[in-house]
């Protein structure tokens, strides 16, 4: 199934077809703007504003926690979502949806978005198609198998479905829980290596018919 969206094809109902087609016209749109990352109003100066431009890309990338041979480091990211409470909840409600997830991208949270897209994923095969899709299509401008792996290690020991935080620190409950969500990542990450090297022999194609 999830392959027909790798050649840009959906099989479902016409009215299936109609919603897809509206979420993804809405992500796209998005997607669009990327290019208009959030800068503050007193970021007047270009120098200010690439400053700006970078920290938001840097933290997209930015792992939640890494560990060293003999540290733990955590990001500000993960550092905030594990102490503010207001800042947490809203990150993991009972039910995740597409409007929440939607809301999210128009706002140019895309981390937090992405959050969405992995729990979203695995609920059935018309979220795998759309997920995946919206995927791919911000592969055009970031790396988003980077992106989704630091996603995923930044919100899921706080996800109330598979830890407690106790003692002000996260103590995982479901591993269980917790390697499912890591499986929808890797499976999610391994369309997005498919959908590359399917489009790196596309290019080898046109350059060889070109030359």
Do not use: H
């Not at 792992?63 to 060293?68: K, N």
């Not at 791919?136 to 706080?158: G, I, N, P």
């Amino acid at each position: 199934m999830i392959l027909q969206v790798i050649e840009g094809s959906f099989s479902c109902t016409n009215n299936e077809k109609m919603k897809k087609l509206l979420i993804l016209f809405i992500c796209l749109l998005s997607l669009l703007s990327i290019s208009q990352i959030p800068i503050s109003s007193e970021a007047l100066d270009l120098q200010a504003q690439q400053l700006t431009a970078q920290n938001w890309l840097s933290n997209l990338y930015e792992v939640g926690v890494t560990m060293t041979k003999d540290s733990l480091a955590v990001s500000e990211e993960f550092q905030k979502v594990l102490t503010n409470e207001n800042y947490r909840t809203p990150l993991y409600p009972k039910t995740y949806t597409w409007e929440q997830a939607l809301k999210l991208l128009q706002t140019n949270d895309l981390k937090k978005a992405f959050w969405f897209f992995i729990n979203l994923y695995p609920k059935n095969e018309i979220n795998k198609e759309l997920v995946v899709k919206s995927i791919l299509a911000y592969d055009q401008l970031l790396k988003m198998d980077e992106v989704l792996v630091a996603t995923f290690y930044t919100y899921s020991f706080m996800d109330p479905e598979v830890s407690v935080i106790k003692d002000g620190k996260p103590e995982i409950t479901r591993p269980d829980l917790l390697e499912a969500k890591l499986r929808s990542v890797k499976e999610i990450t391994g369309y997005i290596y498919s959908y590359r090297k399917k489009k790196k022999m596309l290019v080898n194609k046109i350059e060889l018919v070109s030359s």
